[in-house]
Nanobody, 122 residues
Framework: QVQLVESGGGLVQAGGSLRLTCAASGTFFSINDMGWYRQAPGKQRELVALITRGDTINYADSVKGRFTISRDNAKNTVYLQMNSLKPEDTAVYYC????????????????WGRGTQVTVSS
């Protein structure tokens, strides 16, 4: 019913920048929280940044001051600007959204993108 498609990943040297984009498509009433998660080899998936519909933002301590999350509600799109990238930022980055569907408005549904690889070389 709802698809999240990430783009913008790639290979970058330490200190470089990337901008990730996640666009939601399908039929839904609204999107509440949107966020970015990442999973590195051998590690658990972790929250990187979260932005609510009211634009309240939370960052993981490890990215605070380097990453910026934003959203465009008219486009159902969330962005993650990543600056001063470090090798430890290497991971698959996943977009996540809490979605309220038409005819299912008493609950929220979790949707995940398929992920985009970010690799930071030293």
């Amino acid at each position: 019913q709802v698809q999240l498609v990430e783009s913008g990943g790639g290979l970058v040297q330490a200190g470089g920048s990337l901008r990730l984009t996640c666009a939601a498509s399908g039929t839904f009433f609204s999107i509440n929280d949107m966020g970015w998660y990442r999973q590195a080899p051998g590690k658990q998936r972790e929250l990187v940044a979260l932005i609510t519909r009211g634009d309240t933002i939370n960052y993981a301590d490890s990215v605070k001051g380097r990453f910026t999350i934003s959203r465009d509600n008219a486009k159902n799109t969330v962005y993650l600007q990543m600056n001063s990238l470090k090798p430890e930022d290497t991971a698959v980055y996943y977009c996540h959204a809490d979605v309220v569907l038409w005819l299912e408005m008493t609950r929220v549904n979790d949707y995940w993108g398929r992920g985009t690889q970010v690799t930071v070389s030293s």
